[in-house]
Nanobody, 112 residues
Framework: QVQLVESGGGLVQPGGSLRLSCAAS????????MGWYRQAPGKQREMVAT???????NYADFVEGRFTISRGNAKNTVYLQLNSLKPEDTAVYYC??????WGQGTQVTVSS
C-alpha cells in the first residue's frame, strides 16, 4: 500500500518560512497528482496546493503567492515552501495523493 510521510513542520514566528516535505512509497505514484491539504483546529480539512506529474499547479486563494509547491525529480516526493507565514496558517499539513490514505501530517504553528 502506498504511504505518505510528511516532515518539516515546526514553530515559526509570523513572517517566517518553513519547507515541508512528503515522501511517497510506491512506483506508480509518480504519474499521479500530489498535493498538500491542511486542517486547523475546529475546521475542515482544506486544499492548499496540488501539482500534476506534468507540473500543472493549483493553489488555494488564501495562498496569495506566499507558498510554492514542487515535486522532486523522482516524482514521488512533493514539497511545500511556506513563506510570509501568518498565525492563521497554523494547522496540521497533510500530503495528498489519490493513491494513498492520509498520513500523520506535520504541525505548522505560527506564533510570536
Amino acid at each position: 500500500q502506498v504511504q505518505l510521510v510528511e516532515s518539516g513542520g515546526g514553530l515559526v514566528q509570523p513572517g517566517g518560512s518553513l519547507r515541508l516535505s512528503c515522501a511517497a512509497s510506491g512506483n506508480s505514484i509518480g504519474v499521479n497528482p500530489m498535493g498538500w491539504y491542511r486542517q486547523a483546529p475546529g475546521k475542515q480539512r482544506e486544499m492548499v496546493a496540488t501539482i500534476t506529474s506534468g507540473g500543472r499547479i493549483n493553489y488555494a486563494d488564501f495562498v496569495e503567492g506566499r507558498f510554492t509547491i514542487s515535486r522532486g525529480n523522482a516524482k514521488n516526493t512533493v514539497y511545500l515552501q511556506l513563506n510570509s507565514l501568518k498565525p492563521e496558517d497554523t494547522a496540521v499539513y497533510y500530503c495528498w495523493s489519490p493513491l494513498a490514505p492520509w498520513g500523520q501530517g506535520t504541525q505548522v504553528t505560527v506564533s510570536s
